[in-house]
């Protein structure tokens, strides 16, 4: 079983930070972060490969955001830093065998999401 639980979603301010959680049980090759918001296709945000470490994002957060894992834990953590309202999303945990951004379909497993909102 492979299960996954965001947290650390909430309001914050444009240009503020979030570190986002995703708490999972089991383990896969790939897990990251994807999200949508109302209207809008769900995109992928950053995934890391655990095997070897390997980081991909999205060109919109590149250098703004940032992914990492603490296998012992593991829980893998997206820091989320110079937030813009663009970001506005609910952000989901996936995890799989491969890192295919643009492919959410390609993940087997999902969280729940965490809401995340960056407004003045």
């Known amino acids: 079983e492979v299960q996954l639980v965001e947290s650390g979603g909430g309001l914050v301010l444009p240009g503020g930070s979030l570190r986002l959680s995703c708490a999972a049980s089991?383990?896969?090759?790939?897990i990251g972060w994807f999200r949508q918001a109302p209207g809008k296709e769900r995109e992928g945000v950053s995934c890391?490969?655990?095997?070897?470490?390997?980081?991909y994002y999205t060109d919109s957060v590149k250098g703004r955001f940032t992914i990492s894992t603490d296998n012992a834990k593991n829980t893998v953590y997206l820091q989320m830093d110079s937030l813009k309202p663009e970001d506005t999303a609910v952000y989901y945990c996936?995890?799989?065998?491969?890192?295919?951004?643009?492919?959410?379909?390609?993940?087997?497993?999902w969280g729940k999401g965490t809401l995340v909102t960056v407004s003045s």
């Open positions: 996936a995890a799989g065998d491969f890192c295919h951004l643009g492919f959410a379909a390609g993940m087997d497993y």
């Open positions: 089991g383990f896969t090759t790939a």
């Open positions: 890391i490969r655990r095997d070897y470490g390997n980081t």
